[in-house]
């Protein structure tokens, strides 16, 4: 094991499936001479030359499509998208072509592909700069959208998302990479489509994904000191979307909040929800909450930008709300 | 057209059964009149008009079951009395039917009529099933989620104060079928009584008694000097109020050593046990179909009269089933009497959530002895019941010593 | 409009093999779109049908430049260069009947043709979205072989209306700017569905379009089987030997409306009678029997031959068995994942346990 940060495990990853892999190539904007926006891909472009590490004009419809087109031929690119936000530039390459093709075509064809890309706001990066658009991805069938939380499941994903023949959307975030955590120094290859229960608890289950994992840690460890006992469901995959962790959590604890840095309608929460409403109804002893961003483009004045993104405190009030909605007390627990 | 509604009588009551309509098609009826009797979980109620007109037509029978809510008549002026919709036809099914539905049918599903629940009264998911799996009724459980929902806290409660131990997981079910009657073989002989609501009420509530934990303890009272000073206080309150019973100065030696012993009034809750700022001593009325339990609220600080006063009223409109239901719940205590059938000793059911109930047997003569003498003293037999999660013997005992004690020497019960 | 075509090479009509060959697939095609054109009228194809009627002596003329070993990337108007492509017809019909034994495997349709063997990656219903993977397939190729006059190369098919989108410049910019072994065809027809080319396109004369990038443009008359083929061999040539792409357009008439539901109201009477005068495979036909290339007994037997091959494609395709639902989820994923959701639209999303533990 070795520490971290979320950076670092992406960078090393990569660096690893480029020396394992001679059809790995790295496309995108930056990524080259540069070293990336959030210098993910420093020192690889002098390692590994241009043609892998290999800088794109500022053209994501035209990249995004090129690497669609090289892995039809067996090539594995790996492309970073600046942000999620530029990524609707590209939207048609992904939606209409490279999550079609294996299937439109009679499986004769595959598009082994990664989209890393970060999303999230609080940066004062204002309203086009500070979205989260991975349920667009997530919605799409042949797409694999996943998205780690931690420095270790960065490096497990994104080693399954490259050697996965499907088009793989990484979602990172730009307030992940910074955070440390312990990473196996062995090779490690995650399982997209499977959530994680990240901290096993009694009283209430907290689903998330990517940052708001870590928000819910965070409450998680401080209520326990209050004496709620908080499980924490870490998504990991929101395509496939692995149901039964999630109902598997609320049957237990029968109280589920769902945290996602998102807009709230139509996203990863209203899909929870809905799910757990049809796989745990009976174990429920109050409606499930969600705990979303304020649905309005984001402001770039850090005192609207903040009163519009969740955070800790929004999480410790609807599970606050929620467990006295169904008369907690300190002394449940077992059942 | 003003509908008249089946109104909810009690905070349980999910439909009623149509008694009696006082009015007759036809018939002027004003605002606050009572038009029908309803029959409710609890007692037999009766039903106002909130409007003023012609009753234009009954559109629940006697005999009929209706959920609370669907129109039981239709008020209007008298030229309307024809042109009502069809579309105001309640859900009702006779009585009898009912009943014998709940015998006949496979336990789970047609046995709950989807036209049982009570609208308007919120249970969550978890609360639902949870009850299901202990065979619990819901509509016997007071909510205290937003909005007065049923929430799990709320079932465990019921469930703990009638097992007596919070569930533990993977605790079988109880069978549905121990709700149910025993198999039996028709004979052309036997005759089948459809459950009446109280008869029914009280079955499930003794049922849930029974789970729990108890433990007896008796005293033999002398009851001479208590029944002298009985003898002495209707003398002299001849003609001035009802006479006072028995269970009167009974009620009354309970609250005093109650209000010593508080915790013997306590109730279990499930979580936590309740330790009441009141003192309200239930006696057990017998009906014909049933028990009933009206409550003198306050007992302690009643004199002897004032509970022989409201005892008596109380015991009459239970008798004719009018009992509001502020007047049969919210009891510490019970006392049974069977005394007056000339039992001599008997154990009773605890009426639950309280802790303990005094069974009190007839008032006899025997042969005692006394300081080495052999003599003739009146004697009475007390039996308390008590649930031993609440309870331990030593608390009981100090109670029902005191009691016994009180009964002995009752000028205190009138001071 | 009428675009002026400009060829760089004159065709001549030598005898020999080549000839009637071309006027086989020629005949071929014209064979099969009609009969698409009454399947899709007695309700056995759904969907679009976007028929190559008109353009035969391009796509005949592309499809014999394009070597086996050459990759395609193609519009949704593409039944032609399949069959050209040397894909027998009853697959093809069969797709667009929608079976089991269609080129892909009934999922695609009309507009999805897909062969891996032949290297015909795909026919694409969305408008451009096959430029930048065909783009992309070139840069794949440069990662795999060096270049030279047997290196690989790709060809990828656009419509006129095509060169307006964004994503046509973007892949031309890659293109150009990473010497991408690429030859990307403008197949004008004059019309983008009812729209002409000079109300669409600010630069009508297409291949202009690829200055801006500096690649080599160029225009051929699309009726000319020998001159389109020719052309498309010297940009081929260039694609593979020295890694330049090119950008090659052919003119040519659409016989028909846009698909097969297009009545075409938008073209006069007169219109619609001189491009029946200028039918392709009529004039190649006449052309051959004029020149005695072919005699009328061939050329009859070759049009009856191709009648016979697309009666025994709708008897193949007729023949076939439907897609059972059974294997809806078959190509969900290339690698399989857990929780892949696997459920038809009643089905619940997740078992539900009956009651409480």
Redesign the interface.
Known sequence: MTVMTYRQALHDTLRAELQRD??V?LLGEEIGVFEGSYKITAGLLTEFGP?RV?D??I?E???????????????R?VVEIMTINFSLLAI??LV??AAK????????????LVIRTPGGGGQQLAATHSQNLEVWYAHV??M?VVAPATPADAKALLTAAIR???PVLFLENLALYNTKGEVPDTEQLG????AAVVRPGRDLTVVSYSRGVVIALEVANQLERDGVSIEVVDLR?LR?????TV?ASV?KS?RAVVLEDDWLSFGVGAEIA??VQ??A??????PVRRVAAAEIPLPYAKPLERAALPSAADLIRVIGELLD?????H??G?? | MPEALMPRLSDTMTEGILVQWLKREGDQVSRGDVIAEVETDKATMEVEAYHSGVLTRIIAEPGSVVPIGQPIAVIGDAADADAVPASVNPVVAAAAPQSATAVSAPPGRAAVPATRTSRGTARSPLARSLARKYGLDLSRITGTGPGGRIVRADVEAAVSAQAGTRPAPGTPAPSRSTTRPPATTDSPDDERTPLSSIRRITAQRLAESAAAPHFYLTSVVDAGALLRLRADLNEALAGDGPKVSVTDVLIRACAITLRAHPEVGSSWAGEHIVRHGHVNIGSAVALEDGLIVPVVCDADRKSLAEIATEAHALTGRARAGKLTPGEFTGGTFTISNLGTYGVDHFTAVINPPEAAILAVGTAREEAVVRDGQLSVATTMKLTLTIDHRVLDGATAAAFLRDLVDLLEHPLRIVV | MTVERESTSTSVVDPGPTWGEYYRQMSLIRAFELRAAEMYQRAKIGGYCHLNLGEEATVVGLMAALEPRDYLFTTYREHGYALARGLEPGPVMAELFGKTTGVSGGRGGSMHLFDRKVRLLGGYGIVGGQIPPATGAALALTYRGEPGPNAEAVMCLLGDGTTNIGAFHESLNLAALWHLPIVYVIVNNGLGMGTPVDRSAAEPDLYKRGCSYRITGERVDGDDVIAVRDAANAALTRARAEREPGLLETVSNRLRGHSVVDPAKYRSKQEAERLRALDPVHAVRARLIAEQVLDEDTARRIDEEAEARVDAAVAFADASPDPDPATLFQHAYATAVPNAPHRLPADPVVPVPELLP
Do not use: W
């Not at chain 1, 419809?61 to 090539?75: D, H, Q, T």
């Not at chain 1, 294996?102 to 082994?112: I, K, L, N, R, T």
């Open positions: 001679e059809s190539i043609a290999r794109t004009p053209a419809e035209g990249f995004v499509g090129a690497a669609i087109g090289a892995a039809m031929l067996g090539m690119p048609d390459q209409n072509h093709m294996h299937a439109m075509f009679g499986g004769q064809v595959s598009v082994p069938p042949g694999k996965d023949d499907d399982r997209i489509g499977s995959s496939p979307l692995d149901r039964e109902c049957r029968s809905a799910t049809e796989g109804f009976d174990y429920l002893d109050a909605a169904t008369r907690f007390t002394a449940e077992g059942s």
